[in-house]
């Protein structure tokens, strides 16, 4: 059985690993999708040109079995057949041996369209030009949520004060392209790529085929943060079908360009807060409405509605409250899932949203959000008691402390016209990641399965469908057995996931690896160690049952939304150009509970590459939609990101927090780290300019849009007098304005 990183990432470090488009396969052809070029219409007609030998073309008549990818909903066609919905679209797959001659085919494929009026925005999508892409409303999902009586609330405010919030797509620059290479092997068609979950990869192919002979390998993996949980099914469905016909290897993979052009985003999305606030500066009731654009098939849509409704009021204490979400259909790539899964957008809103409140009333925004955070008495928005022990204040004062917050903050209050050319600013975000699927799906649909296989010789092998791509779990899964067992990591191994090996854990997403499939291993482990007989061969399997305090109806949105919560504080600090809008990040400190961490170096890494994912979303990251329905960003030179010149050293620290339900303690982290950044960001952004900023990603032509609407600035001596007295927990008046 081959294992994988028995030294740690040591080929990935020395290029000696074999990523898909690196290996090797006899009589391999090469395969390239036929797309659709109009956004929305009808197929009237098709030529295909005539293929020379050896050469193929497949489209929805050759599926044997369902033309979908089985995403959740069953609405997002493995072959375009009668419509076409998004620029991009997979229509055909042409195969043959010469990329080349490949190319010209495709080039002489001549497709007629009846087109109709595309929709690329919410309220484009809301307005039904030439009708619904989708039902009679274009929404593919909805969910609302209550806590306590809204009206009530709002019957006790003395101010309301309205916002709406927003943020934009974000693009995965994952290192390595989409590729898939499939195969017939032993009566099966194998695919082995670049993916998170390999049996989702296994179940589409299956449903293509109608049948069960198929297997999915996770090949290296170079990078996926999400966009290659469900994309891999585009590939994979289409390629099966092929390989099955031909009893040849197929190889696709995508060029830069095509990856941007046609892969999964995350969702751009508006929230609308309407917010009561009583006579003694307290929040009394919140009303939040919000929409996302899903793209043109509902995808993971839902769920990343779900996560975003079921945390919408991020760690703060509210007592009456109403969410409402949409997810719209437009004529887009689908979006997708995307570290973070919603709560990016959500902890930016909210995050920013909570910021503007304390200052239109004139409150310290540090001391406003510590007023309002959520306490052990709390219920949650779902209304669950708070499980396990709640530490905010405490990260708050440690992230504070790092960044000298309050000193700086006070001291960038004060810039003045003296200080023309560039000012500094400080922000802070807290923020929380539900750990796991939303509400009961890890007991009811998924229940994942682990094995540990102990051979004769002593050594252990630990059989899970979870991968690594990139965040470092084939460590962090050997260390939890090794350390339960008492045991050399050199004497656990890993298999390759495999799902013609190893058992359905679920797949890599939502911050469970570690909470859920973990914890089982650890379980497994202990029951292991206890049977452990030298010299004989042994096999332990175990099956995740959520814990008995966990409790969700899933009919009223009530109870445990999550297995667990994680918790982050960021802070950053910027100098910002005032003549370009340019921001540089000058500091950025960050603090997190997540439980116990399982190795705090392969944890700093994650904190690292989130923060600064989440700092390119909040400041740099521009994707937009042109009016032909493409993206205008088409490479890695005109869709920025940061690069190490952009980032200062990062100060991280993290509070020691214990979950009983995770392996020794440990709780989810990976989603979590890109939760904070973005808002942090923009607030230290707004303390350098005096202006307020809503929406990401804060561009400098964002910031200087927001400088020219800035009116008579106030003098120093109103600022020094605004800022006095401010300090963690006094409620002292303050306008950073």
């Known amino acids: 059985m081959d294992t994988v990183n028995t030294h740690f990432k040591w080929e990935e470090a020395t290029g000696a690993a074999k990523y898909i488009a690196d290996r090797h396969y006899e009589g391999l052809l090469e395969g390239r999708f036929y797309r659709s070029s109009c956004p929305r219409g009808r197929i009237k007609s098709v030529t295909l040109p005539t293929l020379p030998d050896g050469y193929h073309i497949f489209g929805a ?124 092997q032993d009566g099966k068609v194998v695919l082995e790529g670049s993916m998170q979950c390999p049996w989702y990869v296994h179940h589409t192919m299956a449903v293509v085929l109608g049948h069960d002979n198929v297997r999915a390998i996770q090949c290296p993996t170079g990078g996926g943060f999400g966009g290659k949980e469900d994309f ?175 000193r700086k903050f006070n001291e960038y209050t004060r810039q003045d016209g003296s200080q023309p050319e560039r000012r500094k600013g400080i922000g802070l975000a807290i923020f929380q990641h539900g750990c796991g699927f939303a509400g009961d799906l890890e007991d009811t649909l998924v229940r994942a399965k682990v094995k540990l296989l102990k051979g004769s010789d002593g050594n252990v092998q630990i059989l899970a469908s979870n991968t690594d791509i990139g965040q470092g779990l084939s460590l962090t899964f050997r260390k939890i057995v090794a350390d339960t067992l008492d045991k050399p ?46 010299g004989e061969d042994q096999e332990i399997t175990e099956v995740y049952c959520k814990p008995d305090y966990h409790q969700w109806d899933q009919n009223t949105y009530q109870g445990n939304a999550y297995q667990a919560t994680s918790y982050g504080a960021n802070v950053v600090e910027v100098e910002v150009d005032m003549a370009t809008g340019e921001a540089d990040i000058t500091g950025a400190w960050a603090v997190y509970d997540i439980g116990r961490a399982i190795d705090s170096t392969i944890f700093r890494g994650q904190i690292e590459g989130g923060l600064v994912q989440a700092l390119g979303y909040g400041s740099c990251e521009k994707l937009e939609i042109t009016q032909d329905g493409v993206f205008a960003q088409r490479s890695m030179a005109d869709y920025v990101i940061p690069t190490a010149l952009d980032v200062p050293a990062i100060g991280s620290d993290l509070v020691d927090n214990p979950y009983p339900y995770g392996p020794n303690g440990a709780k ?70």
């Open 61 to 184: 008549d050759d599926v044997p079995g369902q033309n979908v990818l089985p995403i959740v909903e069953i609405d997002w066609p493995a072959f375009a057949d009668q419509e076409v919905r998004f620029v991009g679209q997979v229509i055909y797959l042409v195969v043959g041996p010469d990329p080349d001659v490949v190319d010209e085919l495709l080039n002489e494929i001549d497709v007629e369209y009846a087109p109709l009026e595309p929709a690329y925005t919410i309220e484009q999508s809301k307005a039904l030009k030439d009708g619904a892409i989708h039902a009679d409303d274009n929404v593919l999902d909805t969910h609302m949520l209550h806590k306590g009586d809204i009206e009530a609330g709002f019957a006790q405010a003395a101010t309301i004060i309205e916002e709406t919030c927003s943020t934009g797509y974000q693009e995965h620059i994952y290192l390595e392209t989409q590729g898939a290479v499939c195969y017939p």
């Open 232 to 406: 891999p099914d585009v590939l994979a469905a289409p390629l099966a079908v092929a390989v099955e016909k031909l009893q040849q290897p197929i190889r696709l993979i995508f060029e830069r360009g095509e990856d941007i052009a046609t892969t999964s985003k995350r969702h751009p999305v508006t929230f609308h807060y309407k917010t009561g606030v009583d006579a003694d500066g307290k929040i009394v009731a919140m009303d939040i409405k919000f929409d996302v654009n899903a793209g043109a098939y509902l995808s993971l849509s839902g769920i990343v509605l779900q996560r975003s409704i079921t945390t919408a009021t991020n760690v703060y204490d509210i007592p009456n409250v109403r969410v409402e979400g949409h997810a719209w259909a437009t004529n887009t790539v689908p979006t997708g899932a995307f570290r973070g899964f919603g709560s990016p957008q959500n902890c930016f809103c909210m995050e920013t949203h909570i910021h503007h409140v304390a200052k239109q009333l004139g409150a310290d925004p540090v001391a406003f959000k510590q007023r309002h955070f959520l306490t052990a008495e709390s219920h949650s928005l779902t209304g669950a008691e708070i499980f396990g022990d709640l530490v905010l204040d405490e990260m708050l004062h440690k992230v504070l402390d790092m960044s000298d917050y309050h």
């Open 489 to 534: 990591l050199e004497e656990i191994q890993l298999a390759v996931p495999d799902t013609g090996i190893v058992p359905d854990s679920g797949p890599t997403v939502a911050s469970r690896s570690i909470l859920i499939v973990g914890y089982i291993l650890e379980k497994a482990a202990k029951k292991l160690k206890k049977s452990w007989v030298e």
């Open 668 to 737: 989810g982290g990976g989603e979590l780290t890109h939760n904070g950044g973005a808002a942090a960001f923009v607030a230290a952004v707004e303390n350098a300019i005096g202006v307020p900023l809503s929406s990401i990603p804060a561009t400098p032509e964002k910031v200087c849009e927001a400088l020219a609407r800035r009116s008579d600035e106030p003098s120093a001596q109103q600022r020094e007098g605004q800022v006095k007295g401010s300090g963690p927990g006094n409620g002292a008046p303050i306008d950073e304005d």
